[in-house]
Structures are given as structure tokens and as C-alpha cells.
């Protein structure tokens, strides 16, 4: 399940990472379109990572493999990050982005880098 769980959860950092340049783009353009992005980036992120935590879950009931508390924690921190940023997104035009959604995306993408570096190390076999 282990494979499984790596490629679904490379969607969220992809998704999430973008939200943070298509917020950027939205601030330099004022174009609605990156806007609309950046939303339904959050939308496929938040899915995503949905499905990646059920495969975490599964894994470990299944395979008795634990992943280190911190990597949880931080993964679970970032999704509730980007619930939030989701939310943030639903205003209206410039209001969505400034200054919560984008200061919101770039704390997103550090915890995710946070997550990541705990994530690297070994996984724990109960």
C-alpha cells in the first residue's frame, strides 16, 4: 500500500504548492482566472489527500506499518491548512487573496516541507 500512498500524496503537494503561484499570478494579473485556480486546486488537494490518509489508515490496519507521529500530525495540520485556505477562497475576488489566502497558502507549503522532512525518516513496524 505503500506505493499507493506516495503517488496519491504527491497530488496535494503538487496542488497546494500551485495554489501558492496561482495566487502570486492573481496578485500580479487581477485576473479572476487564477482565482478560479487556485480554488479548484484546493478542492483537488483536499481530495486527494482524503484519499491519501484512507491508504495511510488501510495501511495501518492492514500492515501494521506506523508512520512517525510528527509526519501525522504535520499531515494533518496541512490538510486542515488548506480547509481553511479553501474557505479563505471563497470570498470575492481580491478579498479572497489578500492578505489571508495568500499568506494562508504560504504557511500551507511551509508545513508541507515541515511534514515532508518528517516524513523522510524510517517507517516504523508495530
Known amino acids: 500500500m505503500q506505493p499507493f500512498h506516495t503517488a496519491l500524496g504527491a497530488f496535494p503537494i503538487a496542488c497546494f504548492s500551485l495554489t501558492l503561484l496561482t495566487d502570486l499570478a492573481y496578485i500580479g494579473s487581477l ?24 491508504v495511510r489508515l488501510a495501511d ?43 499568506t494562508v497558502s504560504a504557511i500551507t507549503v511551509l508545513a508541507m516541507i515541515a511534514t515532508g522532512w518528517f516524513a523522510s525518516t524510517e517507517v516504523r513496524h508495530v
Not at 32 to 54: C, K, N, R
Open 31 to 54: 485576473n479572476l482566472l487564477w482565482l478560479h485556480f487556485s480554488e479548484w486546486l484546493l478542492l483537488a488537494g483536499l481530495v486527494f489527500g482524503v484519499l491519501a490518509a484512507l
Open 60 to 102: 495501518l490496519i492492514f500492515w501494521q506499518r506506523r508512520p512517525p507521529w510528527l509526519a501525522v500530525v504535520g499531515g494533518v495540520i496541512v490538510m486542515l491548512l488548506a480547509t481553511l485556505n479553501s474557505f479563505i477562497h471563497t470570498a470575492d475576488g481580491w478579498t479572497a487573496v489578500m492578505p489571508y489566502g495568500l
